[in-house]
C-alpha cells in the first residue's frame, strides 16, 4: 500500500511561524532560527527563514499540532509521540535557495529524518 505524500497546505492566507534548531555535527543543539512553513508531507517540510542553511544540516523542529486541526492524517499518526501536543522530529536540509523577491529571506525543503528524542 503506497503512502499519500501530496504537499498540503500551510492554511490558506495564514502564515504559521514556528521555530527550529540547527545542530552540530557531535548533535548539540546550535542555535535558535525563526521560520515560516510553506507547506508539509509525511516526508518532510519546505519553510522560508531568514537564514542561509546548508545542505545536509541537522535540524530539530517542533511544529504545533493544534495548527493543522484534529485532522488524524497518515503524515501525523506516523510521527506524533502520545498526546504531545507537538510535533518533534530530526530533519535534514535536501536544499536552500535564496527568494529572488526578496533578499535576505531562503526557501528551505526538508526531510524528516527520525522523532526527537524525547526530553
Same mark, same amino acid.
Given at each position: ?13 495564514? =502564515?504559521?511561524? %514556528? ?27 519546505? %519553510?522560508?527563514?531568514? !537564514? ?44 536552500? =535557495? ?7 529571506? %531562503? ?6 529524518? !527520525?522523532?526527537?528524542? =524525547?526530553?
Amino acid at each position: 500500500m503506497a503512502i499519500n505524500e501530496r504537499r498540503k497546505g500551510a492554511r490558506k492566507n495564514r =502564515q504559521f511561524a %514556528f521555530q527550529f534548531k540547527t545542530m552540530s555535527d557531535d548533535g548539540s543543539n546550535a542555535h535558535l532560527v525563526g521560520g515560516v512553513l510553506i507547506d508539509y508531507s509525511i516526508a518532510g517540510i519546505r %519553510f522560508i527563514t531568514g !537564514e542561509q542553511l546548508e545542505k545536509n544540516t541537522a535540524l530539530l523542529i517542533e511544529l504545533d499540532f493544534d495548527s493543522f486541526g484534529n485532522e488524524k492524517t497518515d503524515w501525523r499518526n506516523l510521527w506524533e509521540a502520545g498526546d504531545d501536543p507537538y510535533l518533534k522530529v530530526i530533519g535534514s536540509v535536501m536544499w536552500c =535557495q535564496e527568494n529572488k523577491h526578496k533578499a535576505g529571506e %531562503f526557501e528551505v525543503g526538508t526531510r524528516f529524518v !527520525e522523532k526527537a528524542p =524525547q526530553a
